[in-house]
């Protein structure tokens, strides 16, 4: 059964500061996304990762994959207030099982 | 724009009463989820369509229901909702490629689902 698993759940800091979220997931899968989720709305798609290697960035976001520690991570160059939110990583393909991660929930504090 | 529109936004129900959520896409994708997220939650997969496939998750309860008459379109029937299924229902849609490439799901705004 494929599980992932985040951390931290709950991240609070400072405005300017660097911080990086991780992603495990327990089984092979060759794709990872991540999502990002404001309070009261819908999820928003970030980035895919189709690859052993892969990074991609946006803005003060950057993600990158390694299949072989079956492990995501997301950082966060100089924090600002507007990156608030609950960001999910999900794991998985059509035809295998799709899981979301639980979560981290970050706040950004001036 | 291109998107994925879910009605109504907000649903007020009793409890046992049947309801219907509605999703539909302009994206031309040709698979469509239902999701329920509770508060502080993961989004929880219900089931999905690929193109008039239906594919439910074991732990789907029989009181959740769905139909996809047309590409554009997906619905959710609850057909006798309990108190503990007041959520926020999600939309999804993605284009799965030959070989079973899934772009990434694309998300409504949601259903917010409230049992009385």
């Known amino acids: 059964e494929l599980k992932v698993e985040q951390n931290p759940l709950f991240l609070s800091m400072q405005e300017g500061k660097n911080y990086t979220i991780y992603c495990n997931y327990s089984t092979t899968s060759d794709r990872l996304y991540w999502y990002r989720q404001d309070p009261g709305k819908s999820l928003e798609s970030l980035f895919v990762?189709?690859?052993?290697?892969a990074v991609k960035q946006e803005g003060r976001l950057m993600a990158s994959l390694d299949t072989k520690a079956r492990l995501s991570t997301l950082h966060i160059t100089a924090a600002v207030h507007d990156l608030s939110a609950t960001y999910f990583c999900a794991v998985g393909n059509y035809g295998q099982n799709f899981v979301f991660g639980p979560g981290t929930r970050l706040s950004v504090l001036p | 724009d291109a998107m994925v529109i879910q009605n109504p936004r907000y649903q007020v129900t009793q409890f046992g009463k049947p309801v219907t959520l509605s999703c539909s896409q302009t994206l031309n994708h040709n698979v469509m989820y239902w999701y329920q997220q509770k508060s502080s939650q993961a989004p929880k997969l219900l089931f999905h369509y690929y193109d008039k496939d239906f594919n439910n998750e074991a732990d789907t309860p029989d009181n959740f229901q769905s139909r996809r008459p047309n590409t554009s379109f997906c619905f959710l029937d609850i057909r006798s909702p309990g108190l503990g299924d007041a959520a926020m229902y999600l939309c999804a849609t993605s284009r799965v490629r030959g070989g079973g490439y899934q772009e990434t799901q694309y998300f409504g705004p949601g259903t917010r689902l409230l049992v009385l």
């Open positions: 990762l189709l690859s052993n290697g």
